[in-house]
């Protein structure tokens, strides 16, 4: 009979051990159902008209990532090809819109030969999509460029960015997504409230007959109309926001801005400009070997060619210098440079006056533009007497400088002296004059 005791606790204690567990199981159910339908309910509930609120989350893009949407389905797929223009930026993938208040915008710029050609195939491609021009600025030259503003449905968004991009070559791109559905779910919310105020207001007048309720009344229903108004414009403004999507498009000159950059450095050395690049403020001692580096970038957005370099101070070309890095004789893209070396012995301090020039082009080595982008330069190199005896040669031509410059002194003071050469023979004159006189009086 004990054991029987000792054999049936167990299984008690076991079956309630069993009950726990379910019971801490469906628990641990229901708190994790409701932590996703908190999550979920932030990004999207339903506001009984079949549309899902949201807190209102902007996604946006500057080179065509996949923008997941609120409700964590897979990005549409765009149309077209998987690239946008000659930049080599991916289409945007935008986020399933179904059940969601999107607004959609992009801001891009694209670089074309033909500002104008471009605009008016701009306008065709928009078109074809079922979109219209909304706004337009255009300036000419001598750089010219056009801002176009586009609307065009939200599902025709990708086709139009690439459609855009490859006009010319994409140079930037800004693609942004903002979930407005909250602020619209909370805008028809107030209006609802407001309108209901503004109907209670019109009945309260129609039954006032007292003039002080009257007037306040009609005060107070004005202030409430008012804002059922502003509402209703607000709420209006942004369905246009989201009813059509905004396209700024940005079209500039591919080749408007040819540009020179010139570095000029120097070092004492000759070894064939080696150390290129040298030193800005150099100080060398007189007569010794410096070796003066050129450093030239084509800092513009189009090809340069027929490089041309004349140093009027020490006296070389383009020919005369040693080439360090590139190939002056050749065409050099955007962003890319070449280094030349000029071997001096300066004797005296030097303020070089470096000119260079080239000629755009474009890819094909057509010439663009009648003149060539020049860009001047100097470097000041100082030079030092290294000090000891002086030589000879030293001494005879410090005694020949002193010399020359005492004559260069006294044609000087002559020159100063000429034009008062007749004040001592006024003096003389009147001399001559005033001695018989004197010689008069005297013999009386």
């Known amino acids: 009979m004990g054991q029987r005791k000792k054999n049936r606790i167990p299984a008690r204690v076991l079956a309630l051990v069993t009950v726990l567990i379910v019971v801490i199981a469906a628990c641990s ?14 990004i999207a509930t ?35 090809d998987d690239s946008l223009g000659e930049g080599g930026v991916t289409p945007v993938a935008l986020p399933n819109q179904i059940g969601r208040d999107i607004i959609f915008t992009a801001d891009m710029t694209v670089a ?48 139009a960015l ?30 609802q409230t407001a309108a209901a105020s503004v109907e209670r207001l019109r009945g309260l007048l129609a039954e006032a007959t007292d003039i002080e309720s009257i007037v306040e009344l009609e005060s107070e229903l004005l202030v409430r109309e008012t804002e059922l108004e502003t509402l209703r414009g607000s709420l209006r403004t942004l369905q246009d926001q989201v009813s059509l999507a905004t396209i700024v498009l940005t079209l500039t000159e591919a080749a408007a801005n040819p540009q020179l950059a010139v570095a000029i450095s120097a070092y004492p050395s000759h070894d064939s400009g080696m150390s290129c690049p040298g030193q800005v403020d150099v100080e060398v001692e007189t007569g010794t070997e410096t070796t003066v580096c050129f450093d030239i970038t084509n800092a513009g957005d189009t090809w340069l060619t027929d490089f041309e370099m004349r140093d009027s101070v020490l006296d ?39 000119t260079v020039t080239a000629q755009a082009v474009d890819e ?16 000041f190199l100082n030079t030092v007497d290294p000090g000891g005896i002086p030589t000879f040669a030293e001494g005879l031509e410090a005694s020949w400088d002193l010399l020359v410059r005492i004559g260069q002194t006294l044609v000087l003071v002559l020159g100063a002296l000429i034009p008062f050469f007749w004040v001592p023979l006024l003096v003389w004159i009147v001399w001559r004059m005033r001695r018989p006189a004197v010689k008069a009086e005297a013999g009386e």
């Open 29 to 42: 159910g229901d708190s994790g159902g409701d932590s996703f339908e908190e999550v979920s309910g932030d």
């Open 46 to 80: 339903d506001d009984g008209a079949g549309r899902a609120a949201s807190t209102g989350t902007t996604v946006a893009a500057s080179t065509g990532e996949e923008m997941d949407d609120a409700d964590g389905d897979e990005a549409a797929p765009s149309d077209g």
């Open 112 to 159: 074309v030969t033909d500002v104008g050609a471009a605009g008016d195939e701009a306008t065709r491609e928009i078109d074809r999509l079922g979109g219209f021009l909304f706004g337009q600025r255009t300036t000419g030259s001598p750089n010219p460029s056009s801002v176009l503003t586009f609307k065009v449905q939200p599902e025709d968004f990708s086709a």
């Open 162 to 191: 690439e459609a855009l991009g490859s006009i010319g070559e994409l140079r930037d791109q800004n693609v942004t997504a903002s979930d407005v559905t909250e602020r619209i779910v909370d805008l028809e919310s107030r209006i």
């Open 316 to 354: 070389v070309e383009l020919d005369d210098l040693v080439v360090v890095f590139g190939d002056p004789s050749g065409s050099l893209e955007p962003g890319d440079s070449f280094i030349v070396a000029a071997e001096v012995t300066p004797e005296r301090d030097l303020r070089t006056q470096t």
């Open 364 to 379: 094909e080595g057509n010439e663009i533009g009648s003149r060539p982008v020049s860009r001047t330069e100097t470097l």
